[in-house]
T-cell receptor
Framework: DAGVTQSPTHLIKTRGQQVTLRCSPISGHKSVSWYQQVLGQGPQFIFQYYEKEERGRGNFPDRFSARQFPNYSSELNVNALLLGDSALYLC????????????FGPGTRLTVT | KNQVEQSPQSLIILEGKNCTLQCNYTVSPFSNLRWYKQDTGRGPVSLTIMTFSENTKSNGRYTATLDADTKQSSLHITASQLSDSASYICVVSVVGTYKYIFGTGTRLKVLA
């Protein structure tokens, strides 16, 4: 069975542009979470979606938004990109219960120039 | 403020040796604590999950301990292998939320 997949693998954007990152969860998983990991630091929680509803949000500006589709895949959108948005964006999926294992994808490396 | 601090920041050990990584948290109210292993450029992989009522949990050569009173956890690696070279991240979640607070990790390098 396929693991969590993310696309694209790498992305280069310029300041002020908008970007959309995609995530497909493990089959049967209904929850998707998004994280930002700046080089040398631990991941920072951005959003969690469950059954297409936002269930948790970290301390990120409104430039960051996400949604989950009926097939449980998810998109993360970032508007008005800043240099500081350069990071590895990780997606994790789980069955959705509080103590369930989270399975991470390989991430999308975003570089903002 | 909910925070997770890990020590040391980095560690170098010889293959076959044991090591212990530390995690202190100020998250309240505490729900559960997880340890992850992250290879460079890849997503984290779960090692253990513990609730406040659990003191210890093992996964092969990895043993995690939790003291909910002092808000401390440790990850002990036995008989280290070259493949253990990675970052080890402690993650704590808050009761009633689906918010996960990550530590900055400990970078472990195992030398032959």
């Amino acid at each position: 069975d396929a693991g969590v997949t993310q696309s694209p693998t790498h992305l280069i954007k310029t300041r002020g542009q908008q970007v959309t990152l995609r995530c497909s969860p493990i089959s049967g998983h209904k929850s998707v979470s998004w994280y930002q990991q700046v080089l040398g630091q631990g991941p920072q929680f951005i959003f969690q979606y469950y059954e297409k509803e936002e269930r948790g949000r970290g301390n990120f500006p409104d430039r960051f938004s996400a949604r989950q589709f009926p097939n449980y895949s998810s998109e993360l959108n970032v508007n008005a990109l800043l240099l500081g948005d350069s990071a590895l964006y990780l997606c994790a999926s789980s069955l959705g219960r509080h103590l369930d294992e989270q399975y991470f994808g390989p991430g999308t490396r975003l570089t903002v120039t | 403020k909910n925070q997770v601090e890990q020590s040391p920041q980095s560690l170098i050990i010889l293959e076959g040796k044991n090591c212990t990584l530390q995690c202190n948290y100020t998250v309240s109210p505490f729900s559960n604590l997880r340890w992850y292993k992250q290879d460079t450029g890849r997503g984290p992989v779960s090692l253990t999950i513990m609730t406040f009522s659990e003191n210890t949990k093992s996964n092969g050569r990895y043993t995690a301990t939790l003291d909910a009173d002092t808000k401390q956890s440790s990850l002990h690696i036995t008989a280290s292998q070259l493949s253990d070279s990675a970052s080890y991240i402690c993650v704590v979640s808050v009761v009633g939320t689906y918010k996960y607070i990550f530590g900055t990790g400990t970078r472990l390098k195992v030398l032959a």
